[in-house]
């Protein structure tokens, strides 16, 4: 390598377009780690919020269903009408 390509090389490097594109660069990385960083942070809470508040819901509805079932089944065994899920008046 020559010494004119060696000057050539360092003045490219120093120049203001590659000093915006590599300012560019990091500043989008930044941005990007931080976005990041955030949405990690954002993604534990709802997911430690839904297993504390939604999974229980589920569960209990869940209970819920089969146990309207089973006194279905129960109705029909022994030939009683079913019960009716509206209250009586």
Avoid: C, H
């Avoid at 500043?27 to 997911?47: E, M, N, P, Q, R």
Wanted: aromatic share 8%.
């Amino acid at each position: 390598m020559s010494s004119a390509e060696g000057g050539v090389l360092s003045r490219f490097s120093e120049s203001p377009i590659v000093y915006k594109g590599k300012k560019a660069a990091s500043d989008s990385a930044f941005v990007a780690k931080k976005l990041f960083k955030s949405t990690g942070k954002a993604a534990w809470i709802l997911g430690t919020t839904f297993l504390v508040l939604v999974v229980p819901l589920i569960i209990e509805m869940d209970r819920e269903q089969q146990f309207n079932e089973l006194e279905m089944q129960q109705a029909s065994l022994l030939g009683t009408p079913p019960p009716s899920s509206a209250a009586p008046r």
